[in-house]
């Protein structure tokens, strides 16, 4: 008992010296914006060789092992402990409406920078789309038909770089980066978040590279920043006959089409046109010969809104219009799936934007900042972090450079030759042509960076 005694006393102690130690370090001058930005300057060239091998070599959501292995290398040779394994649950099993999600999982990686009280947390997907990328670049993908073309590679990067510049920080608290999975429909932030990720956090960071808006600002909004979303896959059924006897059959062509057409009424004569409502239909294939009239068609999209209650609403009538209209065709409408779990739409905490503006130095590296930038219908599983704790979730341009050139090797019959392309950096997210203005990755890494130590400082010192 006398020693068990002594080593709760001993804990104690320890915890208190501790919270002496960073409330010294808070009450000290945090290092300003511009100097931090100096010091990613300087690892420029390593920031932007990790997002080239992460850009070369992209995976999709709960099958980012590379990636993953990748981040933890890096993490190694800098000496910041993590831990790894994250995001294990990916519901491959769920019943009923949900969409199967590929990939064992537990890709997730969490590293963790200082000590003590307080906590704070800085977030950087890591997942690639099915996309073949179309780009010139050397670096473009070795995984064909697998592209990061939403810019997680860069996100990642940065969070690396910025893991660079805190570990050499006096912290009055603790930094976790989060680097997560699955955030292309899979919800790698639920899954982590279920596993106890922001336990003990205080609030949470993220960013992403915006390709509307110039390279160098950074943007975003208080509220209601992105939209809650869904995705659906249906099939209508019909019946099978020759294409030149379609009396024969049921045709479910003609009842897809049909289909289509009558889901985009609902967005344009049924939703309120001031609160922005999304239905796009992206897949559609109905059969494999010129002269069989098939037998079913699947159909496949996202909706989104800026409301759950409004993501709901479109989900119901999404599929009271299909069911109704491909009955009209005599055709029916079945195994219809959804998102094992839609994301809610991301709401950017009132309070720390307010401090984001005031308080952070931030105008200091800043000239331009969008602090008002309309809601984009794009979706974020950020949002399921920004449900439990305060968070900021951040855009930061990339869209300048457009006469970017690349000079490329290639070759015809006569010969090899040189060949001088465009690569603008204000290609849409998504796109198979999706390119990254690299010159702002150091600058993601310098604002990762100073928001967590500007948080902790004042955390610490309240």
Not at 16 to 43: G, V
Not at 162 to 171: G, I, V
Not at 266 to 281: A, G, K, N, Q
Not at 418 to 425: F, G, I, K, R
Request: proline fraction near 6%; aromatic fraction near 6%; glycine fraction near 8%.
């Amino acid at each position: 008992q006398i020693y068990l005694f002594e080593m709760l006393s001993l804990a104690r102690l320890s915890l208190a010296l501790a919270a002496l130690s960073n409330l010294q370090l808070a009450l000290a001058t945090a290092e300003s914006f511009p100097r931090t930005r100096e010091r990613a300057a300087a690892i420029r060239d390593e920031i932007v060789s990790w997002r080239r091998h992460l850009h070369a070599h992209p995976e999709l959501m709960y099958q980012e092992h590379m990636t993953s292995q990748f981040i933890q290398d890096v993490l190694k040779s800098l000496g910041i402990p993590f831990t790894a394994g994250w995001a294990k649950n990916t519901r491959q099993n769920a019943t009923g409406r949900a969409r199967p999600v590929l990939g064992p999982g537990g890709t997730g990686v969490v590293a963790e920078i200082g000590r003590g009280a307080p906590l704070v947390a800085l977030r950087a997907d890591m997942d690639a789309l099915p996309i073949l990328e179309e780009t010139p670049v050397p670096y473009r993908s070795e995984h064909p038909g697998q592209m990061h073309a939403c810019g997680h590679d860069g996100h990642s990067s940065m969070l690396l770089g910025a893991a660079k510049l805190l570990k050499d920080m006096d912290l009055p608290g603790t930094v976790r980066l989060i680097f997560q999975p699955a955030e292309e429909g899979g919800a790698g932030a639920k899954r982590m978040l279920e596993e106890g990720v922001l336990n003990g956090v205080s609030r949470i960071f993220g960013l992403h590279l915006f390709p509307s808006l110039p390279s160098g600002v950074i943007a975003g909004r208080s509220g209601t920043t992105m939209a809650a979303a869904d995705f659906f896959d249906f099939r209508v059924h019909g019946v099978g006959a020759h294409g030149a006897m379609p009396h024969l059959g049921v045709d479910p062509v003609t009842a897809t089409a049909a289909v289509v057409q009558s889901l985009q009424s609902i967005v344009s004569r049924e939703t309120d046109p001031l609160s922005s409502s999304v239905i796009s239909v992206t897949k559609v294939s109905c059969g494999d010969a010129y002269n069989v009239i098939p037998s079913g068609c699947t159909v496949g999209g996202t909706f989104r809104s800026l409301t759950s209650a409004g993501l709901d609403a479109l989900r119901e009538r999404l599929m009271e219009v299909a069911r109704q209209v491909a009955l009209a065709h005599r055709c029916s409408v079945e195994n219809a799936t959804f998102m094992a779990d839609s994301f809610p739409p991301l709401e950017n905490d009132q309070q720390l934007w307010k401090w984001l503006d005031e308080s952070t130095g931030l105008k200091e590296g800043f000239p331009s900042m969008l602090w008002d930038l309309p809601p984009t219908m794009g979706g974020e599983d950020f949002a399921f972090f920004t449900q439990q704790i305060p968070g900021a979730f951040i855009f930061l341009g990339q869209g300048s450079k457009l006469d970017r050139t690349m000079t490329i090797a290639a070759s015809d019959e006569t010969g090899a030759y040189s060949e001088t392309v465009y690569v603008p950096t204000n290609v849409s997210l998504h796109s198979p042509m999706f390119h990254m203005d690299e010159d702002v990755l150091e600058l993601g890494s310098a604002l990762h960076a100073h928001m967590a130590v500007a948080s902790l400082h004042a955390i610490a010192s309240q």
